[in-house]
């Protein structure tokens, strides 16, 4: 069976590109196609893990070359898989959670008259995705990586008529290429300095090269993941990105996605193990990005890019802990899975309000939803306690492994991330009271709906995930299922006990929590937000992102425009003018010697005899001499 | 050598008249003095035939038709002496001065030796010598130039011919444009009125004299009028006013 | 001999300042035929000088050539006239820069 782990990413991609070029038939039957192939690989995917499982855990790695990609000298590049672990806990993932968004797109987009291209981009993210993870080489998770960054684009765009949305798409792909440029240039040092750019192979010899190698190469791959994974400073584009539609938000803007980062430090742990300082860089984007991103989601009324910067957030706990090295790395991958499902259910269920409220995302607008949509209510109610990490529910378990993990490392990093969980619960909590308790602030014509059950099954799936997600951790079940590839963990000595620590984690929630609902549910929200110049800095600084765009603005675009400026001027100027000058000049000489051309025959005439006179002259002065 | 120096200054002097003389007509009466005079030295120097053909075909045939060509272009228009192009006149005299004194005190003592003289050459006389050379080695020569004069005499033709562009007008279309225009501007359709006719002065110049005591400037040419060499009728009551008459380019008013 | 070439050289002075101060197309080219003449008198005295008849031959073909331009030159004269209602050397000056 393990051989054939190729058909998990042909069967989406063949069913991606055949539907996209089979023509207008395929609108009636093309989105069921595509939801099954995305089945299919789910179910390729279970058997292929239970396989694994069943084998020793030293023997759970399976390497298949499919062909020689590139061959040209000493470079070599294999297009080969790598089933693993942590490979196999991605391709769950990601068939798992995409087959259920799959499932609710059927309804989300049944109205949208490009269904069948939505279907193919989803489906062709689903197979670029799964070659970023089942790739045995750099390169070709390259390949997935610039796959995964084509459908996103394509997917933030696919209402390309907004022209927000295709502003958004650009932009996501422009910061993405800075990214991208990181970790191309990360594989090229690979093969610059260790000959190869086999995961492997790269992980077994960066021992022997220099430390500062293995930093430079760190801090490329660390670029390459802020871009994808929207950490600071590359954080810009991920609340843009929430113009495509909300499945698209679910799928690749919170559940996998922008976890490619998390996953691509993980997977080149061996560079990370090699490097302290390349390590201690993510430590600090993941923190940074952790609480920018909390910032954030406090101050949006836009329930999409609440949940946006809630996701920053998430990431950024995840970057945080794979840079606490073979401590984190397991943590990292846990936090990502239960993340993956219950923010893929929180956005599945803010596109259920979103459909219930004639696609209104302020949610000064909602209130008082919990009647009209119960089951969404519900669901999205699992999802909440799951992420404030609420006892039992899996954010508890994966969160509280992290915090635990950075008070292991450094105290004043466990203080942040727990400032972070107190943030966290204030924010979810106030989206909670704002969309569904206190009261209903919908305008008269709405009429709020609960969603058909093509849409409200999924998330009753990731419901019950987000409840029992924490399940995982039963018995450190996936610190030893991925030991195979992230090693051997040591276990960190608190200077307090776990169970101390858990309590005191779920108490600053509680008071996150308490305070939101204060705020929120106990008193009135006003129907229009207060405007800026009526609310405090901090939530000016939230609602303008943090000021990443007005940042990115003053570092990078306006010294690069006025750079571009200087050189058009020294083109214009010095280059140009100097030719153009050279021909001004001959111009004007030619103006001068236009003069004597008068068209007046008596002047030439006057020439001619001048000339003869001179020539007369001049025999004469020869002959003399 | 009488001949020369007899004819010599006569030539430079009106060679200069080429030079200085207002009106085209007397340059050309100049030239044709230089020509004459330059047949006589042809004589002189042993060429009667060339003195014939110099006489035939400049001062008779190129002269002719140059006069006939200042007749076209207009025999009174005279160059008004004033210089258009600045400096022009200063630099052809510097020029000049310099070419002639250098030509001549060079080259003119270029030839030295003894005059061979015609004698021998003109034994069975001039144009029976000429005739054996043109016939003999310049015949080819000659009968090139024959071909050039015939293309030049195409030539003219060309240059001269002017083509039709319409019909030409009949008397019928001529009559109707005539009775239109009386039409539309009142001009009278018939002849104008001759010029008067006095005991005193019989003379086309003068305006008839319409039966009010009046002069009728119509009846002078209208040739005679742009050049206002119009005169006042004797007796008439209002002479002609000379800022009727429209004058149409730099002309000299002859008396 | 050398006053024949003098008066000749004088001649054709003449005529070339002429050429060049004179406006009136026609008599530019009489300027034009003095000179013509004067070195027809240079080559009718060469001939008297040497003693044989080849310098008369030139000065005949000098003629019939003179005579052709003439005809040529006077009518593109009267075509300009007519055309311009100017026979002004200065006043056909189109060809300029």
């Not at chain 1, 960066?206 to 400073?233: D, E, H």
């Not at chain 1, 990431?315 to 790395?329: D, K, V």
């Not at chain 1, 992230?486 to 000595?493: D, I, L, M, Q």
Request: with cysteine.
């Amino acid at each position: 069976m393990l051989d054939l782990v190729w058909l998990l990413v042909a069967i989406p991609l063949v069913s991606g590109l055949g539907l996209l070029v089979w023509g207008k038939e395929a609108d009636a039957w093309g989105h069921l196609v595509a939801t099954v192939a995305s089945a299919a690989s789910f179910v390729l995917g279970v058997v292929a893990f239970i396989e694994l499982a069943g084998r020793d855990a030293d023997d759970r790695s399976v390497t298949h070359v499919l062909f020689t990609w590139i061959e040209a000298g000493p470079f070599h590049v294999d297009m080969a898989y790598h089933y693993d672990p942590l490979a196999a806990l991605f391709v769950l993932l990601i068939t798992g959670v995409g087959t259920l968004i799959h499932v609710y797109s059927i309804g989300y987009m049944a109205h949208d008259e490009r269904r069948r291209r939505f279907f193919c981009f989803l489906n062709i993210f689903v197979a670029a995705m799964l070659t970023l993870v089942l790739a045995a080489d750099y390169l070709v998770i390259f390949l997935g990586w610039e796959g995964v960054g084509l459908a996103s684009y394509l997917l933030i765009g696919f209402w390309q008529h907004k022209p927000s949305a295709a502003a958004a798409a650009k932009k996501a792909f422009v910061v993405n290429r800075v990214g991208d440029l990181g970790m191309a240039l990360a594989i090229m040092l690979m093969f610059a300095q260790l000959g190869t750019t086999d995961i492997a192979s790269v992980n077994a010899s960066i021992g022997s090269a220099s430390t500062s190698v293995a930093t430079a190469m760190g801090l490329l791959l660390l670029l390459g993941a802020c871009g994808k994974s929207a950490q600071v400073p590359l954080q810009s584009w991920l609340l843009d990105a929430m113009e495509g539609p909300t499945p698209v938000s679910a799928l690749i803007h919170a559940a996998t996605m922008v976890t490619a980062g998390v996953y691509l430090v993980v997977r080149s742990n061996g560079i990370f193990d090699a490097s302290e300082a390349a390590r201690t860089a993510v430590v600090v984007v993941g923190l940074v990005t952790l609480l920018v991103g909390a910032w954030i989601g406090c101050a949006k009324d836009d329930i999409k890019k609440a949940l946006a910067g809630s996701t920053m957030s998430q990431i950024g706990y995840m970057m945080l802990a794979a840079g606490l090295g073979p401590a984190g790395y397991a943590f990292a991958i846990f936090h990502l899975i239960t993340h993956g499902f219950f923010k893929a259910n929180m956005f599945l269920g803010a596109g259920s309000v979103m459909h219930a409220m004639d696609d209104d995302v302020d949610m000064r607008h909602y209130g008082a939803l919990r009647t009209s949509l119960p089951i969404t209510f519900a669901t999205f109610a699992l999802g909440y306690l799951a992420i404030i990490g609420f006892p039992g529910f899996s954010g508890f378990f994966s969160k509280d492994k992290i915090i635990e993990a950075a008070f292991g490392y450094n105290v004043w990093v466990g203080l942040g991330t727990l400032l972070g969980a107190g943030v966290t619960a204030f924010y979810m909590t106030r989206l909670m009271m704002m969309t569904f308790f206190g009261e209903k602030r919908w305008r008269d014509e709405v009429h709020p709906h609960e969603s058909p059950l093509v849409m409200t099954i999924p998330l009753m799936v990731l419901g019950a995930a987000s409840l029992l997600g924490g399940a995982l951790l039963a018995g450190d079940w996936i610190v030893d299922w991925l030991e195979p590839v992230v090693g051997h963990t040591e276990h960190h000595e608190l200077a307090i006990p776990a169970l101390a620590m858990s309590a005191i984690i779920v108490a600053v929630v509680a008071v996150g929590a308490t305070l939101a609902y204060l705020t929120y549910g106990r008193r009135p929200v006003a129907d229009v937000a207060p405007l800026d110049s009526q609310v405090r800095w901090p939530v000016r600084a939230g609602r303008h992102e943090m000021y990443g765009n007005e940042i990115n603005e003053a570092l990078v675009v306006r010294p690069v425009q006025h750079t571009t400026r200087t050189l058009v001027f020294l083109d214009g100027r010095g280059i140009d003018g100097f030719v153009t000058g050279l021909a001004d000049r001959l111009g004007e000489a030619s103006q001068a010697l236009r003069k004597p051309q008068n068209g007046l025959v008596r002047s030439y005439a006057l020439g001619i005899f001048a000339g003869a006179t001179l020539v007369l002259v001049a025999l004469l002065a020869v002959t003399l001499a | 050598m009488t001949a020369f120096w007899t004819l010599a200054p006569v030539m430079v002097v009106a060679a200069l008249g080429l030079l200085f003389a207002r009106k085209a007509v007397h340059a050309a009466l100049c030239l044709a003095v230089v020509m004459i005079s330059l047949a006589v030295q042809y004589a002189a120097l042993g060429a009667p035939f060339l003195f014939a053909v110099q006489i035939i075909v400049y001062t008779g045939a190129i002269m002719m038709l140059f006069l006939f060509v200042l007749m076209l272009v207009g025999v009174d228009t005279s160059d008004s002496l004033k210089e258009t192009i600045a400096g022009q006149r200063l630099a052809a005299t510097v020029v000049g001065l310099l070419f002639g004194v250098v030509a001549v005190l060079a080259i003119g003592q270029t030839v030295t030796g003894a005059v061979t003289g015609l004698g021998q050459a003109n034994e069975n006389g001039n144009p029976f010598g000429l005739a054996e050379l043109l016939f003999g080695p310049y015949v080819l020569a000659f009968e090139l130039t024959s071909a050039l004069l015939i293309t030049a005499a195409l030539g003219a033709m060309v240059l001269a011919h002017r083509e039709r562009l319409g019909a030409r007008a009949s008397q019928a279309t001529l009559a109707e444009r005539r009775m239109r225009e009386y039409a539309e501007t009142g001009r009278h359709p018939g002849n104008p009125p001759t010029p008067g006719v006095y005991a005193r002065d019989n003379a086309v110049d003068l305006p008839a004299r319409l039966p009010d005591g009046t002069s009728a400037p119509d009846s002078v040419s209208q040739v005679l009028r742009d050049r206002g060499q119009v005169r006042p009728a004797p007796g008439a009551k209002d002479p002609v006013d000379p800022a009727d008459t429209t004058d149409t380019g730099p002309r000299e008013v002859e008396e | 001999m050398t006053e024949y070439l003098s008066l000749s050289l004088i001649l054709f002075t003449i005529g070339a300042v002429g050429v060049l101060v004179r406006r009136n197309a026609i008599v530019v080219f009489m300027c034009i035929e003095l000179m013509l003449n004067a070195t027809n008198l240079a080559l009718v005295a060469f001939a008297h000088q040497h003693g044989n008849l080849d310098g008369q031959i030139a000065a005949f073909f000098v003629m019939v050539v003179a005579a052709a331009e003439v005809v040529v030159g006077l009518a593109i004269i009267v075509s300009i006239y007519r055309t311009r209602r100017s026979a002004s050397v200065d006043d056909a000056d189109l060809l300029k820069g």
